[in-house]
């Protein structure tokens, strides 16, 4: 099994959380249970209601939607949370409302239905253009969605969202789909997102898809799939998608920050919106066939001020990785990493300029990416084939690449050549085993900043069930 733990994952704070006020909760049957929120709720109710019945069998589909369309008329009267007691709510797609909570009891299992009739197929990602399975531009909607949303949180003490995936994997691997496989969770255009304290089992496809949105936090989430499985990623947090994809994305098995490349047409010119002020703390991963944290390889708008810290790796292709190349244009710069401990990886430091996998023949080659100011620092790994592979674009090197304080033990069968280093520029600081001639020694620690992103200062809400 892949076994992804994540902690804090904040995205995007360029402003405060509104402060809305907090008022008093009611007790449902559950009642007493305590839980961090952006907000509480001033209104409660059990999905049991709603005529929702947990046998496993029975289909949950309208009760989740007349919970919600019910519980949506509370919004401007201090909010309200829907309660999935225990039990196993099988269910099609639904959708969210604003200033709602979905809080999902230990115990409780909401089981994504395999009746592709209980999934509402909805257009392409407007960035996108078409889907990215098949061939078709449908998606299935996710599993749980919304657009245009604002304060929703997405939470339990460890419930779980079993997407059942089986189904969707067989049917993709036949290529018998011409519609987009569904992801467990989705929220488009909208802000003041908090998902914690679930698990997220056996998604069709991507896990967490936070997409053209501002201020999320996904915090105390596991995401467990098994490993031959394809894209289900963990949290692909993405303000820019652009048209089909590719082995951009199939490539990155498990956890991807996938990032759109450049792309000049003046419909997507629209979403190009960078991806920044992105916090990742306190991940442990494990994820033979992908990276611990991807940055590409599409990123229309950018990837930039990018921090990620206490990081545990074990058996993973690398820790993190920068996919692009001639023709993505954009940029992936101000990325700082320290605190990884790694175990059983195949690359330490992977980055690469070729990664050539265009979704079409639509993209200009002279848009050349810049990939800039990338900082590694303060990281153990044991058990390593190859300590660093990186390959820059000729005539566009990456460069300000620093690394320091790193040491690396080798596997038993290591690779002859341990660094391998073209078209790149930076400077190294104490790291064994010796990095190559592009990478000079400058002793000097490399840059962390010391100041926190505003989304990393909110401060949850103790809330009551
Ligand atoms: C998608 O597949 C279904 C069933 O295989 C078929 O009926 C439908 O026409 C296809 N749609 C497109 C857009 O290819
Ligand atoms: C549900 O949300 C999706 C996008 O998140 C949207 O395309 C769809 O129209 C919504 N469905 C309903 C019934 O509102
Ligand atoms: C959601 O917001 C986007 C961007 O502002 C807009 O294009 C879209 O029409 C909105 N969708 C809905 C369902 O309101
Ligand atoms: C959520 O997870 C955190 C960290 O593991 C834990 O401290 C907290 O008690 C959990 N909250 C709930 C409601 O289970
Ligand atoms: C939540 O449940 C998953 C799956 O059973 C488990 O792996 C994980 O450790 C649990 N998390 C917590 C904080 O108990
Ligand atoms: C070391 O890595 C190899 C793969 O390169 C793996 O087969 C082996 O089990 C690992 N050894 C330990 C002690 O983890
Ligand atoms: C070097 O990195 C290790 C973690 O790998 C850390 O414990 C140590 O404090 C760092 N040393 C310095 C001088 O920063
Ligand atoms: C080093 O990297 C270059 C550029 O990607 C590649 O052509 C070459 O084969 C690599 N050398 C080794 C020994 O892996």
């Known amino acids: 099994m892949i076994r992804l733990v994540f902690d804090i994952l904040v995205i995007l704070a360029t402003f405060r959380f509104p402060a809305i006020e907090s008022r008093s909760h009611r007790n449902v049957a559950t009642s007493g249970i305590e839980l961090s929120a952006l907000n509480c709720r001033k209104h409660s109710a059990l999905l049991t209601d709603f005529g929702g019945v947990g046998d496993g069998k029975t289909s949950n589909t309208k009760a989740f939607t007349n919970a919600i369309s019910k519980l949506s008329q ?71 969605s919304g657009s245009n949303l604002t304060d929703v949180v997405i939470t339990g003490n460890n419930g779980t969202i079993n997407g059942q995936g089986q ?33 997220l089992i056996d998604s069709p496809s991507w896990n967490i898809h936070p997409v053209y949105c501002n201020n999320v936090i996904v915090k105390s989430v596991t ?158 790994a044991e058990n390593v084939t190859m300590s660093a592979s990186l390959d820059g674009i000729e005539k566009d090197p990456f460069t300000g690449v620093c690394i320091s304080n790193v040491t690396i033990d080798l596997s038993a069968k290591p690779k002859k050549l341990q660094w391998n280093c073209t078209n790149v520029a930076g400077v190294t600081s104490r790291v064994k ?13 490399c840059m962390f900043p010391s100041d926190l992103i505003p989304i990393e200062s909110v401060v949850l809400k103790k809330c009551t069930l």
């Open 74 to 144: 509370m919004a401007s009267d201090g909010g309200a949370q829907l309660v999935v007691p225990p039990g196993k709510w099988l269910t099609g797609s639904f959708n969210l409302t604003s200033h709602f909570t979905l809080f999902i009891q230990q115990g409780a299992t909401i089981l994504a239905s395999q009746d592709e009739s209980e999934w509402p197929v909805i257009g392409p990602l407007p960035s996108y253009g078409k889907g990215r399975d098949g061939t078709g531009t449908g998606r299935f909607n996710s599993l749980i």
């Open 167 to 199: 189904y969707w994997w067989d049917k993709f691997k036949k290529k018998q789909f011409n519609v987009t496989r569904p992801y467990l969770i989705e929220l488009l255009f909208s802000k003041n997102i908090q998902i914690s304290n679930i698990t």
């Open 223 to 380: 995401v467990l799939a098994p490993v031959t499985v394809p894209n289900t990623d963990g949290i692909n947090p993405v303000r820019f998608l652009h048209k089909h994809t590719d082995r951009g994305l199939l490539h990155s098995l498990r956890r991807r920050l996938h990032r759109r490349e450049k792309r000049l047409g003046p419909i997507r010119n629209q979403f190009g919106m960078p991806t920044k002020h992105l916090s990742i703390r306190r991940l442990t991963c494990i994820s033979p066939k992908s990276a611990g944290v991807a940055l590409g390889s599409e990123m229309s708008g950018g990837i930039k001020d990018v921090r990620i810290e206490d990081v545990t790796l074990i058996n993973t292709e690398s820790a993190i990785r920068v996919k692009t190349a001639a023709g993505r244009g954009a940029y992936v710069k101000d990325i700082f990493a320290r605190r990884f401990t790694m175990k059983t990886m195949k690359y330490v430091f992977w980055m690469n300029g070729n990664y050539d996998s265009h979704p079409d023949e639509g993209y200009d080659p002279k848009a050349l990416p810049e990939v800039s100011n990338i900082n590694f620092r303060d990281m153990t």
């Open 433 to 445: 085993p010796e990095p190559c001639s592009l990478l000079p020694e400058k002793n000097a620690d």
